[in-house]
């Protein structure tokens, strides 16, 4: 199947810190891209919509200055999380898929686990 | 809004034998596709099976199955021959009509599965 590759697998940095993390589709394109949050235990609760060309779609509640996202081409978003606290402490995962439709199967990267101290 | 329940946050079950995860989902659309996502301790999400809404036969997987109850918006999984490997988080999840937001995905809050030898 296809490959979706995220990266770090893992970050601490401190409070106050940006955090960049990469999203990559290694074997086709994705001109939409998504981005989860998951806390321990709980579920994936979607964030963002990313959209190449164009501006994201953020889920309410999820304050688009805080997490910045970015699908500058076909084959990459990212997200960074600006000036980070420990609350933004978690779980990040993103998806993306050849195409639309249930035929092409929503691929997952590997996630980052974010720790803010 | 489409919503995800699954009402069981955890179950075991021993090695050899089957297990039935619950889901019920609400929706208002009528064409629509509903996936079983297994996420292990590596926290790599995984499709296990894929159904979809207009299709009556339930969709089988080698020891993975469902029973696909649309009427009452049901959707539950069944692994047989419970192995070691199974353990994990399982999601329900649905996902709109192709078209409309990619491939975008609502999940259940996860039911976790223990195998015991």
């Known amino acids: ?117 | 809004a489409q919503t995800v329940t699954q009402s069981q946050p955890e179950m075991s079950v021993q090695e050899a034998e089957t297990v039935t995860l619950s889901c019920t989902y609400d929706t208002s659309e009528s064409n629509y596709y509903l996936f079983w996502y297994k996420q292990p301790p590596s926290r790599q999400m995984i499709l296990v099976i894929r159904q979809e809404a207009y299709k009556q036969q339930n969709a089988t997987e080698n020891r993975f199955s469902v029973n696909f109850q649309k009427a009452a918006k049901s959707f539950s999984l069944k692994i047989s021959d419970s192995q070691l490997g199974d353990t994990a988080m399982y999601f329900c999840a649905f996902m709109k009509p192709p078209g409309g937001a990619g491939n975008m995905l609502t999940f259940g809050g996860g039911t976790r599965l223990m195998v015991k030898p």
């Open chain 1, 1 to 117: 199947g296809a490959v979706v590759s995220q990266h770090p697998s893992w970050v601490i940095c401190k409070s106050g810190t940006s955090v960049k993390i990469e999203c990559r589709s290694l074997d086709f394109q994705a001109t939409t891209m998504f981005w989860y949050r998951q806390f321990p235990k709980q579920s994936l609760m979607l964030m963002a919509t990313s959209n190449e060309g164009s501006k994201a779609t953020y889920e309410q509640g999820v304050e688009k200055d805080k997490f910045l996202i970015n699908h500058a081409s076909l084959t990459l978003s990212t997200l960074t999380v600006t000036s980070a606290h420990p609350e933004d402490s978690s779980f990040y995962i993103c998806s993306a898929s050849p195409g639309t439709g249930v035929n092409t199967e929503a691929f997952f990267g590997q996630g980052t686990r974010l720790t803010v101290v």
